[in-house]
């Protein structure tokens, strides 16, 4: 069974940064896509980033949303079978609570939330002064 937990969220100030964890277990994480997602109050769950399966024919290709380009950088570690998040220059529209995702049959990237099946339960970022 497929696990993934997130960690690294906090209370920062606008213009901070916060990078965030995605840890798998049960399954090696470089086989698969892994999206990153973010669900502020009141609001749909939205796909911000995500990037391809090292077996896939677009292998590294990595995505943002307008919203985080320029400002966040998904990035893996195989060896810890780590997916990070790095946001810099945090807005107050940043907060919400940031999830990772993955699927066993999905190696190609997406932010659509119905691409995915297993989920983290979701870490906390709240921005403001």
């Known amino acids: 069974q497929a696990q993934l937990v997130e960690s690294g969220g906090g209370l920062v100030q606008p213009g901070g940064s916060l990078r965030l964890s995605c840890v798998a277990s049960?399954?090696?994480?470089?086989?698969?896509?892994i999206g990153w997602f973010r669900q502020a109050p009141g609001k749909e769950r939205e796909g911000i980033s995500c990037?391809?399966?090292?077996?896939?024919?677009?292998?590294?290709?990595?995505e943002y949303v307008d919203s985080v380009k320029g400002r966040f950088t998904i990035s893996r570690d195989n060896a810890k079978n780590t997916v990070y998040l790095q946001m810099n220059s945090l807005k107050a529209e940043d907060t919400a609570v940031y999830y990772c995702?993955?699927?066993?049959?999905?190696?190609?990237?997406?932010?659509?939330?119905?691409?995915?099946?297993?989920w983290g339960q979701g870490t906390q970022v709240t921005v403001s002064s």
């Open positions: 049960g399954f090696t994480l470089d086989y698969y896509a």
């Open positions: 990037i391809s399966s090292h077996i896939s024919g677009s292998a590294g290709r990595i």
């Open positions: 995702a993955t699927s066993e049959i999905l190696i190609d990237c997406s932010t659509l939330r119905e691409d995915y099946e297993y």
